[in-house]
């Protein structure tokens, strides 16, 4: 089993000056540690689902790029950018910026889009659920195209592309990593696309189903459910009792789970590096 930490959270005691040292520490103590995958939100608002819109929110990629400046093997994306945010050809180019700067560390994590309020607190627009999903698929059709070796035209029912021209390439083709658990539209992309899926579940039973719903569209696609790498969101109030979390790692992993990242608490620095120092070893060991 491989663990991530998910920065989601810019509010700490102190105020705006206290935002970088938290990140920068978090960002050393995880790769440090041995963590394989640093991720943060892409939004512009925080959240109003769990807490106030009017929190603070960094922007990803430039987030994404001060970490690569601060660690050396942990990988880096965002969990996720939604399709709506950035035209597709121009994610591709940033996406391979912070592989190239970081020495290919770099993955792509996508998905359709829901924060209606900040697409339209901001003025960008919002399109019905259906369109979006369109564009989320030409949007993975373009990052492929625009890594792959051939500079050719794309057309697309929402994108149309005259050359994808984009040099330098990534020193390795970014992992596609689609957020989101949908079982008729999200995870048929990810069985046509992704290397990676984040799977979102209320409980153990239901993760298995969408799983089992993943697997059935592999078949239909003609790939092995084993070329998916399964992810999932864990609370790092879960670890207070280690052989209960040990246990749910063992459930996981016979699902077929292979990261787990934890949703970073009001001090990530310190449940990282007591998590790496504690409980790593042992919970590395599940799968």
Known sequence: MKFGIHFWNYTFPGGTPTIQPELAATARAADQAG?????????????????????PMLEAYTTLGYVAALTERIQLA??????????PALLAKTVTTLDVLSGGRAWLGIGAAWYEREHLGLGVPYPAISERFERLEEALQ?????????????????????E??????????????IGGGGERKTLRLVAKYADACNLFAPNDEELAHKIDVLREHCVREGR???????TVLA??????????????????????V??????????????????????????????
Not at 35 to 55: C, G, I, N, Y
Not at 78 to 87: A, K, N
Not at 240 to 254: M, N, Q, S
């Open 78 to 87: 965002t969990l996720v950018t939604g399709v709506t945010y950035r035209y």
């Open 142 to 162: 373009l990052c492929l195209q625009m890594w792959g070796d051939e500079v050719a035209p794309y057309h697309g029912k929402h994108f149309q592309l005259e």
């Open 235 to 256: 609370g790092a109030e879960e670890t207070a009792d280690p052989d209960a979390f040990l246990r749910r790692l063992e459930v996981w992993a016979a699902l077929g």
């Open 35 to 55: 963590f394989e995958l640093f991720t943060v939100m892409d939004h512009w608002f925080q959240m109003d689902r769990v807490k106030p819109a009017e929190e």
């Open 164 to 177: 994808t021209l984009n040099s330098p390439q990534p020193i390795r083709r970014p992992p596609i990593l």
């Open 258 to 287: 292979s990261l787990v990242s934890f949703r970073a608490p009001a001090a990530p620095a310190a449940f990282v590096s007591e998590f790496g120092d504690s409980l790593l070893g042992r919970a590395a060991a599940i799968g």
């Open 224 to 230: 092995a459910l084993s070329d998916i790498r399964i």
